[in-house]
T-cell receptor, first 114, second 115 residues
Framework: GNSVTQMEGPVTLSEEAFLTINCTYT??????LFWYVQYPGEGLQLLLK?????DKGSNKGFEATYRKETTSFHLEKGSVQVSDSAVYFCALSDKGANAGKSTFGDGTTLTVKP | DAGITQSPRYKITETGRQVTLMCHQTWSHSYMFWYRQDLGHGLRLIYYSAAADITDKGEVPDGYVVSRSKTENFPLTLESATRSQTSVYFC??????????????FGPGTRLTVT
């Protein structure tokens, strides 16, 4: 079956530091890949996505590239802010007739200190 | 407003009581999901539904019941609440078998405490 493995947290960074959160996956075929963000007290919201190999998803300064050869989708941001403190989830979903359900990683908690 | 809503947002109940958590979405998404989120466990899928009148078990279905008589509603019932069901519950929806089918849209959550 499908699975997603995320870098274990928590991660603590100083403001303006570079962020990488690793995500690797196991899936049959070529799934769509997602990063979700959960701010304190809220539900998850989609941060970015990529639907095919070599696609780069980006939003709010965050980026992730769909790497088929390494089955990875690492999240990066060049300069984090205190407001980026949240839990980040990597996820995948099959396409076409099997789309709908997703497989989520365990989440990585990021704390950014001023 | 359009979107996905959950009610109540907070609930305290006693062991053995029945409690129902409500979920409503206005997009006519075919898929709906219930997750629970506990510290150290990430998200765990309880039940999901691919369409009205079609439901299926997820990873942790024991002690929960769902129904989906209308596309927009997906209530979750704890038939006899236990302390181990104290958690934050999230409802989500997705379009299903479309190009955007993999994206899920989450409600704000219900924080349930069983005493």
């Amino acid at each position: 079956g499908n699975s997603v493995t995320q870098m274990e947290g928590p991660v603590t960074l100083s403001e303006e530091a570079f962020l990488t959160i690793n995500c690797t996956y196991t899936a049959t075929g070529y799934p769509s890949l997602f990063w979700y963000v959960q701010y304190p007290g809220e539900g998850l919201q989609l941060l970015l996505k990529a639907t095919k190999a070599d696609d780069k998803g980006s939003n709010k300064g965050f980026e992730a590239t769909y790497r088929k050869e390494t089955t990875s989708f690492h999240l990066e941001k060049g300069s984090v802010q205190v407001s980026d403190s949240a839990v980040y989830f990597c996820a995948l979903s099959d396409k076409g007739a099997n789309a709908g359900k997703s497989t989520f990683g365990d989440g990585t908690t990021l704390t950014v200190k001023p | 407003d359009a979107g996905i809503t959950q009610s109540p947002r907070y609930k305290i109940t006693e062991t053995g009581r029945q409690v129902t958590l409500m979920c409503h979405q206005t997009w006519s998404h075919s898929y709906m999901f219930w997750y629970r989120q506990d510290l150290g466990h990430g998200l765990r899928l309880i039940y999901y539904s691919a369409a009205a009148d079609i439901t299926d078990k997820g990873e942790v279905p024991d002690g929960y019941v769902v129904s989906r008589s209308k596309t927009e509603n997906f209530p979750l019932t704890l038939e006899s609440a236990t302390r181990s069901q104290t958690s934050v519950y999230f409802c989500a929806s997705s379009e299903g078998r479309t190009e955007r089918g993999g994206e899920q849209y989450f409600g704000p959550g219900t924080r349930l405490t069983v005493t």
